[in-house]
């Protein structure tokens, strides 16, 4: 199958692409802008195309050429913080960037599509673990740029039966086992890469945002998920398309969660070094624990991590700082 990957070259797409390369089972075409992504982060046998979501006569013209029949979309703007400062950049590149992604695909017929949604739908939600069934709320634009998506994806396969996947993404994090590809964002907000930039000596100490949540010892909890694993996710998925022609959403987590405390503990174990950490005041917008049940994609997708041990992960993000000290 010709297989389009829309931010392939970023942090979750370029390990999505390197596991669809190794399968060898389908041709895959890279579009990336490459505001964030790097080509080195891809396989050189993958063809590349330059290009930008928001530019439909770019996509008309890639479109032409490859003609799609699957569309993995991981092109989007992901700082939260970010998206409370200037919002409408954040419609446009994730909604109207996404509709115009769309458009493009009903014009040359692509049958399905496998979105990168997010946790953030969920805003301070009422239980957990969070089922993907449960109520979406966004406390942020990000989160509600993405329901939006979401909600657009439903009346497309009702209108003209485009068949969808939403995978809601936790905290992506760790790198290929080979150490060559990982995260490099600049500048970096996410906890693990920034805790690792500590022993990697890019600074002196970690901030904790807050420890006074309503958390075991006080900092916010998260479910860490490593990349690896979302990618064989996006694998099954399009997998789950091809044999039910459904559309479907799912929820992609461990269903454990740790706490910023604990994450700056696995990598000190990880890494020897004592990463010194300082308290800060909360960060807007965080609640205090988000945990995904994975079981709907564990059932539906048969969806198995391999990862579930939080030092291995934070390993496996330590290779590749290691291996590439000054990003890619
Ligand atoms: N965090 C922190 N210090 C940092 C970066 C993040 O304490 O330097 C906290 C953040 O407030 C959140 C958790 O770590 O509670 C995970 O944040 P991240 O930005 O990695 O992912 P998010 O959960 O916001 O998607």
């Given at each position: 199958m010709k297989i389009l990957i829309a931010g392939g070259a970023g942090y979750i797409g370029s390990h999505l692409v390197r596991e669809l390369h190794k399968l060898g089972k389908h041709e895959i075409i890279v579009l990336d802008n490459l505001s964030t992504g790097h080509?080195?982060?891809?396989?050189?046998?993958v063809t590349f195309e330059q290009g930008d979501i928001r530019d439909k006569q770019r996509l008309d013209e890639v479109f032409a050429k490859h003609k799609p029949v699957a569309v993995y979309h991981l092109s989007a703007s992901i700082e939260v913080a970010q998206s409370c400062v200037d919002p409408l950049s954040y419609y446009e590149n994730n909604v109207s960037g996404t509709v115009t992604l769309l458009q493009i695909m009903q014009k040359y017929g692509s049958k399905y599509f496998i979105f990168s949604s997010?946790?953030?739908?969920?805003?301070?939600?009422?239980?957990?673990?969070?089922?993907?069934?449960d109520t979406t709320k966004p406390v942020n634009p990000y989160g509600e740029t993405k329901l939006a998506v979401e909600k657009i994806l439903h009346w497309c396969d009702q209108a003209f039966g485009l068949k969808y996947v939403c995978l809601r993404y936790f905290n992506a994090c760790g790198a290929d086992e080979?150490?060559?590809?990982g995260e490099d964002h600049t500048p970096e907000s996410h906890l693990i890469p920034l805790v690792l930039q500590v022993p990697a000596g890019k600074r002196e100490k970690v901030f904790i945002?807050?420890?006074?949540?309503?958390?075991e010892d006080g900092t916010c909890v998260r479910d860490y998920v490593h990349v690896t694993d979302l990618a064989s996710a996006h694998i099954q998925a399009l997998d789950y398309l091809g044999e039910t022609n459904e559309s479907n959403r799912f929820n992609l987590g461990s269903g454990h969660g740790y706490s910023v405390k604990q994450i700056i503990d696995a990598a000190r174990r990880v890494?020897?070094?004592?990463?010194p950490a300082e308290i800060k005041p909360r960060r807007a917008g965080d609640p205090a624990t988000l945990v995904a049940s994975s079981t709907k994609a564990e059932k539906v997708l048969g969806w198995k991590r391999k990862y579930d041990s939080i030092d291995k992960i934070v390993a496996t993000a330590w290779k590749f700082h290691q291996l590439h000290p000054k990003g890619f």
């Open positions: 080509t080195a982060a891809i396989p050189q046998a997010t946790a953030a739908l969920f805003g301070m939600p009422d239980r957990i673990p969070i089922e993907a069934d080979a150490g060559d590809i945002f807050g420890d006074d949540y309503d958390t890494t020897g070094h004592p990463i």
